[in-house]
C-alpha cells in the first residue's frame, strides 16, 4: 500500500475530513488533497507529526523509496529556501547605495565619491532612474526574504529570474552611466547569484 492510500485509511479511521487533519497538522487542506491523491509527499517535519498524531512509525507509513524521495524533496526545499535567503540579503543590502559613496560626481572639477542621496551633480532624470533601480531591487529582496516559504508555481518560476534581470539592469545602468563603484557591486553580487544558480543544478 503506497502512502497516499495509508493516509487517506488513517484518516478515515478517525472519522476525520481533509479540512479537520489540515488543522490538527497545521496544514492547508489542499496539501492533504495533494498528498492523498499521490501528487506529493509532506516534508520531514509533517511526516513526523502524522505518524505522532497516527500512533504509528515512519517505516510503517513509508516505503523505502517514498522515505527516499522524501529526504530528497526535503533537502531541495531547504537548498531553495538557503538561495532565497541570500538572494534576499543581497538584494536588500543594495540599500547601503543611500547611504555610502558608491556614486561619483565633478564638484567644481574636483571629482567626489558620494551616497547616491548625496548625488547632486547629475541630471535629475538619472538620478530619479538610479532611485527607481535602486528602489526596485531592494522591494525585490524584501518580498524573497518575506515569501521565502510560498510555494506558488508562478512565484517558485519567477522569484529568480526577476532577481537576476533587476540586477542586470542595475549593473548595465551604472556601467553606462558611468558609475563603476555601483557597477563592480552590483555585478559581484551577479555573478554570486548565477553561480548559486549553476551549482543547484
Known amino acids: ?36 491523491s499521490g501528487r506529493g509527499y509532506p516534508n520531514i517535519d509533517s511526516l513526523k507529526a502524522i505518524a505522532k498524531f497516527f500512533g ?21 526545499q531547504k537548498e531553495n529556501r538557503f538561495r532565497d535567503l541570500i538572494f534576499g540579503l543581497l538584494d536588500c543590502s543594495i540599500s547601503m547605495f543611500f547611504f555610502l559613496p558608491f556614486f561619483r560626481q565633478t564638484v567644481d572639477g574636483i571629482l567626489q565619491d558620494v551616497s547616491l542621496l548625496s548625488l547632486t551633480e547629475i541630471a535629475s532624470y538619472s538620478k530619479t532612474t538610479y532611485f527607481v533601480v535602486v528602489i526596485e531591487i531592494i ?7 518575506v515569501l521565502r516559504n510560498c510555494h506558488q508555481t508562478f512565484w ?45 543544478q
Not at 6 to 16: A, D, G, H, I
Open 1 to 36: 500500500m503506497e502512502f497516499n492510500e495509508k493516509l487517506q485509511e488513517l484518516r478515515k479511521q478517525k472519522e476525520l475530513t481533509q479540512e479537520e487533519l489540515a488543522k490538527v497538522l497545521f496544514v492547508s487542506r489542499t496539501a492533504i488533497s495533494k498528498w492523498e
Open 139 to 145: 522591494i525585490w529582496g524584501v518580498l524573497t526574504l
Open 56 to 76: 504509528v512509525t515512519i517505516d510503517e507509513l513509508l516505503s523505502g523509496d517514498e522515505l527516499l524521495t522524501i529526504a530528497e524533496e526535503d533537502t531541495k
Open 156 to 200: 517558485e518560476k519567477s522569484k529568480s529570474i526577476i532577481s537576476l534581470a533587476l540586477n542586470s539592469i542595475g549593473a548595465l545602468l551604472f556601467i553606462i552611466s558611468p558609475q563603476p563603484y555601483a557597477a563592480a557591486f552590483l555585478f559581484i553580487f551577479l555573478v554570486i547569484k548565477v553561480s548559486m544558480l549553476i551549482n543547484r
